[in-house]
Each structure stands twice: as C-alpha cells, then as structure tokens.
C-alpha cells in the first residue's frame, strides 16, 4: 500500500477495533500521538461513520467523556483491506 494516509488510516481504525471500546486519551497513548492529531482521526472516522460512540458520561472536566467503537462500516472497510494485503 502506497498511501501513507491511508495507512495510518487503516491502522486507526484498527486500534479501535482491538480495544474497543476505547477513549480519547487511550486512543493518543497507544498511538504516541498528539491530541491534535488523533482528534482529526477522529472526527473524520465519526462524521464518516466508520466510528460510532458507544457510550458518554460526564466527568469532572468540561467535555464529557465518550468511548468509541468500530461500527459496522468500519469493520467491512478494515476486512477489505485485510483481505487485500494477503
């Protein structure tokens, strides 16, 4: 596979699916990421609906607390490309 966004793409969604149901900062110490950057993930895997948030809970903080799944759409792009790379 050529395309490095792809890529990376590929294994977000893949994160996602292994520790599903994940949070945020999970998601950004697994990947040695800024915030920045996996808030861009994944908002587009959200507004893409390859993610779904399973479940919110409000915190001390001021943004409640979400935790992620790989919805249906994501699991059939991620069996695509598995099914492609063997």
């Given at each position: 596979?050529?395309n490095?966004g792809?890529?990376?793409?590929?294994?977000?969604l893949?994160?996602?699916?292994?520790?599903a149901?994940?949070?945020?900062?999970?998601?950004?110490?697994?990947?040695r990421?800024?915030?920045?950057?996996?808030?861009?993930?994944?908002?587009?895997?959200?507004?893409?609906?390859l993610?779904?948030v399973?479940?919110?809970?409000?915190?001390?903080?001021?943004?409640p607390s979400?935790?992620y799944?790989?919805?249906?759409?994501?699991?059939?792009l991620?069996a695509i490309f598995e099914?492609?790379?063997?």
């Amino acid at each position: 596979m050529e395309n490095p966004g792809l890529r990376t793409l590929l294994t977000f969604l893949a994160q996602v699916r292994r520790n599903a149901p994940v949070n945020f900062s999970t998601l950004s110490k697994e990947r040695r990421r800024a915030y920045g950057m996996v808030s861009r993930y994944l908002r587009y895997c959200i507004d893409q609906g390859l993610i779904t948030v399973v479940s919110e809970r409000r915190t001390r903080g001021r943004y409640p607390s979400k935790d992620y799944a790989l919805s249906e759409k994501g699991s059939m792009l991620l069996a695509i490309f598995e099914n492609d790379d063997a």
